[in-house]
């Protein structure tokens, strides 16, 4: 039986595959088989110095508040879609045909090929729950579909993926937001719910709130 989630998503990192990053909210009792995948080697990074423990509560507030207002203020990126707009920007891929073809792929531990980059999401039984498709021809959107090529979520990366910082913004099958992500480095993600609200930031393979409590540990950071 599938659980509901507490986090929107729970964060499996690999490098340059977005798609990866996230598992939808209903989607609990996955764990990802281990793959590293380098899709395009980002520019030098500034240092990222992480001091969320030991600062202040307002002082969290104020970051808070700073990722807040970049994901959904200064954003110059697409936020919000109609259905019917979701649906006609999106119609190519909301039925993945060649499912068969890509579900045999990514149960077989297949991660990349001439079109794109895959990545799978199983049970703790290992039975593949969902995949993502990332296209090398589109790399700033990605996909996740059910076993049978149906379309749950849609993630749409900013133009400056994948160098940071940048934005990460989920979507289901009616175009309604589902999560935000600000990417400020590899190690270093805040993260926002649909109604804006802030969930947790992750530094490295740790998930703390905003009160500076670790609620959280990702697998294959």
């Given at each position: 039986m599938i659980k509901?989630?507490?986090?929107?998503?729970?964060?499996?990192?690999?490098?340059?595959?977005?798609?990866?990053?996230?598992?939808?909210e209903e989607i609990v009792e996955i764990e990802q088989k281990p793959q590293v995948q380098e899709q395009v080697t980002p520019q030098a990074q500034a240092v990222v110095t992480f001091d969320w423990l030991d600062i202040s509560p307002e002082q969290r507030e104020e970051y808070i508040k700073e990722f807040?207002?970049?994901?959904?203020e200064t954003n110059t990126s697409k936020i919000y879609f109609?259905?019917?707009?979701?649906?006609?920007?999106?119609k190519p891929?909301?039925?993945?045909k060649n499912f068969k073809h890509h579900?045999?792929?990514?149960?077989?531990?297949?991660?990349?090929?001439?079109?794109?980059?895959?990545?799978?999401?199983?049970?703790?039984?290992?039975?593949?729950m969902i995949y993502a498709i990332q296209y090398k021809n589109?790399?700033?959107?990605?996909?996740?579909?059910?076993?049978f090529?149906?379309?749950?979520?849609?993630?749409?990366?900013?133009?400056?993926?994948?160098?940071f910082p940048y934005t990460s913004m989920q979507y289901d099958r009616k175009g309604r937001l589902s999560s935000a992500i600000y990417f400020v480095s590899r190690d270093l993600q805040y993260m926002f719910g649909p109604d804006k609200e802030f969930q947790g930031v992750w530094y490295k393979d740790k998930l703390y709130n905003k009160n500076g409590k670790q609620t959280l540990t990702r697998n294959n950071w």
């Open positions: 509901k989630a507490l986090l929107t998503f729970v964060l499996t990192l690999l490098t340059g595959f977005s798609t990866c990053y996230a598992i939808p807040k207002t970049k994901l959904f109609d259905k019917e707009e979701f649906k006609t920007k999106f891929y909301m039925k993945d579900y045999f792929y990514v149960n077989n531990g297949i991660t990349e090929d001439e079109e794109a980059k895959y990545c799978a999401f199983y049970y703790k039984n290992d039975t593949l589109n790399p700033r959107q990605a996909f996740y579909y059910s076993p090529g149906k379309m749950y979520y849609a993630d749409v990366m900013s133009d400056e993926y994948p160098n």
